[in-house]
């Protein structure tokens, strides 16, 4: 039986929750299903990309201060979706799940599903608040990894089944396109130079500090390498750690050498992972880290962690590995990279471990939870209200 399925995220850029909820949403969409992806939209734009599914984005109002900013979403998400109808509501974050929250206080919804991708730490008590009532009201719980279910069971007593992430091997591969052609004329990339990637900004999440270093030691050795710090849309103030990041950079000498582009067209990050050669991910936590599978899916080798989620997920002979304790094994593995024999490794085995990965069985997990949802969903709630779709 088809179910008409409402995904929040809790904005229309590219973070990897939004990512995970909208490739969830297209093959629940592929598979029968009625599915829209629902976000508060700032800038009127609609989500990073277009999404084989109806899309709903939520009129949203700009915010500066983090805590108010969260107690507006959550507002403006609650208020949409009021007088709305789905067999199943299902949230990415904690900023929708409190929204559905507050329709299942004022009996609007029987319950709702929720993933949990990671947890922060927050040290402001409404945010941390906010975090957890966002895990423990739902009725279906999610997560992407064997470490963050036996968080949610360990520190919370929240059973939460494994969903996993996946890849489309369609939109990455080692096949270049028209994109590649143009990419580093257009984000003034040097052509005679070979490319270290970097997602997700600067973040001490991201532990692009160490990332850093190791890159000035590999400059020393190898200067024809150059860093490409990619993407970095969120929600979280990261400025301070930026600043030191920027400042170390200044005190080396080697701005010249080193390229933040900011967020970047969805469209253009197969064309990033291909020109690069190696994505650099030394992530200090993750819920998952779709990003090395990406780059895997497009022949890239991906320097990851030797910590969980990784080692989850992935085996030895998948990635290249570093130990966050000892900075020194991410150079080791930065030169392992630039190997001929480890392009040539990757080019092979990358897309096969990818396939690993099928944003197929990532849905089929979900439907078991979604189907008692929905029967609590037609024990009585009344169906109203017409979406209007994002911009296109």
Not at 169 to 183: E, G, I, K, M, Q
Not at 278 to 295: D, I, N, Q, R
Not at 305 to 330: K, M
Request: net charge neutral; proline share 7%; hydrophobic share 40%.
């Amino acid at each position: 039986m088809s179910l008409s399925i409402g995904i929040l995220t809790h904005s229309t850029n590219p973070r990897g929750g939004v990512v995970h909820g909208m490739a969830l949403a297209e093959a629940l969409c592929d598979a029968g299903h009625d599915t829209t992806l629902i976000a508060p939209d700032v800038t009127g734009a609609g989500f990073f990309r277009t999404p084989r599914c109806a899309t709903y984005c939520i009129p949203a109002m700009p915010e500066s201060d983090l805590p108010t900013l969260v107690e507006r979403r959550i507002g403006e998400i609650r208020d949409a979706l009021h007088g709305q109808h789905f067999d199943v509501l299902h949230a990415q974050d904690p900023i929708s799940a409190n929204a559905l929250a507050d329709l299942v206080e004022k009996g609007r919804i029987p319950g709702f599903a929720r993933t949990v991708h990671h947890l922060d730490r927050f040290s402001h008590p409404v945010l941390a608040a906010r975090q957890k009532r966002g895990f423990m009201a739902a009725a279906e719980l999610f997560t992407v990894s064997t470490l963050w279910k036996g968080i949610l069971r360990d520190e919370h007593g929240r059973e939460a089944p494994v969903v996993g992430n996946g890849v489309d091997p369609v939109r990455f591969s080692p096949a270049p396109t028209t994109h590649d052609a143009s990419l580093r004329a257009r984000y003034r990339l040097p052509t005679d130079r070979r490319l270290i990637l970097s997602v997700g900004g600067i973040e001490r999440r991201k532990n692009t500090l160490q990332l850093l270093e190791a890159f000035l030691a590999l400059r020393r050795e190898q200067p024809d390498v150059h860093l490409v710090v990619a993407g970095g849309a969120s929600l979280l103030d990261h400025s301070a750690y930026r600043t030191r990041f920027m400042a170390r950079l200044r005190e080396s000498g080697e701005t010249d050498h080193v390229t933040i582009t900011g967020p970047v067209a969805d469209n253009d990050m197969p064309a990033f992972y291909r020109q690069a050669e190696v994505l650099a991910y030394p992530s200090v936590t993750e819920g998952f880290g779709l990003c090395p599978l990406e780059a895997l899916a497009c022949g890239t080798p991906a320097i990851v962690p030797e910590i969980a989620p990784f080692t989850g997920h992935l085996s030895q002979a998948d990635a290249l590995w570093c130990d966050l304790a000892r900075p020194e094994t991410l150079l080791v593995a930065l030169r392992d990279a630039l190997s001929i024999k480890s392009r040539d490794h990757f080019r092979i085995s990358g897309p096969a471990t990818a396939r690993r990965f099928d944003w197929r069985n990532v849905a089929g997990r979900h439907i078991p939870a979604y189907r008692r949802l929905a029967a609590l969903q037609h024990a009585g709630v009344p169906a109203s209200g017409v979406l209007s779709p994002c911009p296109k």
